[in-house]
């Protein structure tokens, strides 16, 4: 019976851990590290960031996902169109993605201002856990 060294192995808590790029979203997902005497400050700003990682993994996910999906029916409708092709052109292509970006502006656009919003929001946090961080660590 062969077994997985990973699969007992108990994260260190002195680190954050990122794993391998989603193969849908391409966001990297996170395990942020816990320390034994978490503050509420801390307990809250760790959960933020990862929610916002979430939250960035499923916009990916779901335009990823239908960019894989129209870009699949562009390239068949086109060699369809010119039966003559293995490979559609780096014009059409260009045409394709140009297409599918401008049809997306106002998700993408709502995106960024998401993300904005969101980033700035942890910035009050992180400094009062780099406080607390700090101060924890004068004490030793």
Do not use: C
Request: glycine share 2%; no cysteine; charged share 35%.
């Amino acid at each position: 019976m062969a077994s997985n060294p990973g699969a007992n192995v108990r994260l260190d808590s002195r680190y954050d851990w990122v794993g391998p790029p989603d193969k849908i979203s391409k966001i990297r997902p996170f395990q942020l590290r816990r320390v034994d005497n978490e503050t509420v400050t801390e307990k809250k700003y760790r959960l933020a960031r990862q929610e916002m990682n979430e939250w960035n993994s499923r916009f990916w996910s779901e335009h990823n996902t239908l960019f894989e999906r129209r870009r699949a029916g562009f390239v068949a409708e086109r060699k369809n169109q010119l039966s003559r092709i293995e490979h559609v052109s780096a014009n059409d292509m260009s045409e394709f993605y140009r297409s599918f970006l401008n049809e997306r502006y106002r998700d993408l656009s709502a995106y960024n201002r998401e993300w904005y919003r969101r980033n700035f929001s942890l910035i009050w946090p992180a400094l009062k856990v780099n406080l607390i961080r700090f101060g924890r660590l004068l004490r030793r």
